[in-house]
């Protein structure tokens, strides 16, 4: 259930102390999360007597980011909608306008340094966490796309995020560490994978042009994929420059999908490798954005660097 947290905060527009008390997590007395346990129960029952067991009715269906669902249907105007025929001979116009996957993935490639890219091996990068108007120092330590540790220092202690091949963990000051979930896990690495350039094509089973859309004024190709039992992936490619602006995922809990938006700008070149120096992360529940200032590459980095604090003690022999 752990995934489905923050999408139940989505949801519902509140914080964790809505349901759970601050001292006893573990504690069911407090009203609203019986409540929460029977509209998961009720969840359930819909989508298994109605849509064969899929997750079509969620929180979110309900609630629209506010704890009390609205019942009464909001107006929208007539000016911001196409007629049906309209919108569906503009989807016809855009997509026949735009190149081919593999043209946009290898404008991307090049426009992040080619060959280069793939040669980088290992990072260092330190800087600033900002979440509202408050700041953190913010370090952030990998090696390739499939090992990566972020750590944020707050005043009251670190919180880690990392993961490595097998497996990803979570610690915030007071709370110790936990694992993450396989799809928390997938989530993660996939928001590794831009920092080094990686091709696309060789992470999805498939890729797909879809109609262009606009991002922060500028136009892009957006590119949707396909992966084995697990949620799409829109990725939102600068027409001019070629770069990757942004990628929305989802994390698949038992409650429905907990999108995230991840925006890369302040592209810098480092030994020949182009790389977003700014990401900004917006999820239902808020979102806050990292500002690299310093970057080391192809620096040692021990292994022990990567290893599961959450994993379970191996007995001596």
Not at 120 to 142: D, H, N, Y
Not at 213 to 219: A, H, I, L, N, Y
Not at 220 to 233: E, R
Not at 261 to 280: H, S
Request: aromatic content about 8%.
């Amino acid at each position: 259930m752990i995934p489905a947290m923050p999408l139940i905060k989505g949801a519902l527009g509140v914080q964790c102390e809505f349901c759970h008390l601050a001292k006893s997590v573990e504690k069911d007395d407090e009203e609203t999360k019986m409540t929460a346990s029977k509209m998961m129960r009720m969840m359930f029952i819909i989508n298994k007597d109605n849509f064969h067991g899929q997750k079509e009715v969620t929180w979110y269906a309900c609630h629209r980011g506010t704890h009390k669902p609205v019942a009464t249907p909001v107006i929208v105007e007539e000016s911001s909608q196409l007629k049906p025929e309209e919108n569906k001979n503009q989807e016809a116009a855009n997509v026949g306008s735009v190149p081919n996957v593999d043209r946009i993935i290898e404008k991307y490639l090049q426009a992040g340094g080619g060959t280069q890219a793939a040669k980088t091996s290992t990072r260092l990068q330190k800087g600033m966490l900002t979440v509202g108007t408050a700041q953190f120092p913010v370090e952030v330590l990998a090696k390739g796309p499939g090992e990566r540790v972020t750590t944020v220092r707050f005043p009251n202690g670190d919180s880690v995020t990392g993961f490595n091949r097998q497996a990803g963990w979570l610690s915030t000051p007071g709370r110790g560490v936990h694992e993450m979930s396989s799809a928390d896990v997938d989530a993660a690495r996939l928001d590794a994978y831009p920092q080094f350039g990686v091709d696309p094509r060789q992470i999805f089973k498939e890729l797909r042009v879809q109609k262009p859309e606009k991002v922060d004024g500028r136009e892009t190709y957006m590119v949707s994929t396909l992966q084995d039992n697990l949620p799409s992936v829109q990725l939102y490619f600068d027409e001019e420059s070629g770069l990757l602006v942004r990628m929305s995922r989802y994390v698949d809990t038992p409650l429905g999908l907990n999108p995230a938006q991840i925006d890369y700008g302040a592209y810098r070149e480092v030994g020949g490798l182009k790389t977003p120096f700014r990401w900004t992360i917006a999820r239902p529940g808020g979102w806050f954005t990292i500002q690299i200032n310093q970057m080391q590459q192809d620096i040692p980095i021990d292994d022990e660097k990567f290893a599961n604090p959450a994993a379970p003690v191996q007995p001596e022999h």
